[in-house]
C-alpha cells in the first residue's frame, strides 16, 4: 500500500506564501519523479512544478520565479514553496509520485487526496 499524505495549505493573502509538502509512504522500491498539480473549479487540473530524482525541475510559465519545488534527502517528500501568491493560484493542490512497488513491476502514478489553497485579494 502506498500513500501520499500532503500538507501545508491555507488561507493567505495575495502577496502570502505558504509551503507545501508531501510524503510518501508504504511499500516502496523507488520514486522517480515527484511533483505538485492544481485544479481550480470548473477548470482542468494542470502541472504546477516537478522533480525527478536526480533534481530537474520542470514548473509551469505562470509560476516560474515565484514557486520552487523541492526534494528532501531521501527522495520521499517533496515540497512546494510558493511566494508572491495570487487570487488566481486558488486550487486544490495535488502531489503526484510516479514510483515502482517492486523490480518487477512497471511504473505507475500515485496521488495525494490534495490540499485546499486559497488567495484572497
Known amino acids: 500500500q502506498v500513500q501520499l499524505v500532503e500538507s501545508g495549505g491555507g488561507l493567505v493573502q495575495a502577496g502570502g506564501s505558504l509551503r507545501l509538502s508531501c510524503a510518501a509512504s508504504?511499500?516502496?522500491?523507488?520514486?522517480?519523479?515527484m511533483g505538485w498539480y492544481r485544479q481550480a473549479p470548473g477548470k482542468q487540473r494542470e502541472l504546477v512544478a516537478s522533480?525527478?530524482?536526480?533534481?530537474?525541475?520542470n514548473y509551469a510559465d505562470s509560476v516560474k520565479g515565484r514557486f520552487t519545488v523541492s526534494r528532501d534527502n531521501a527522495g520521499t517528500t517533496v515540497y512546494l514553496q510558493m511566494n508572491s501568491l495570487k487570487p488566481e493560484d486558488t486550487a486544490v493542490y495535488y502531489c503526484?509520485?510516479?514510483?515502482?512497488?517492486?523490480?518487477?513491476?512497471?511504473?505507475?502514478?500515485?496521488w495525494g487526496q490534495g490540499t485546499q489553497v486559497t488567495v484572497s485579494s
Open positions: 522533480i525527478t530524482s536526480d533534481g530537474r525541475t
Open positions: 503526484k509520485a510516479r514510483l515502482r512497488i517492486s523490480i518487477v513491476v512497471p511504473e505507475y502514478d500515485y
Open positions: 508504504g511499500s516502496i522500491f523507488s520514486i522517480n519523479a
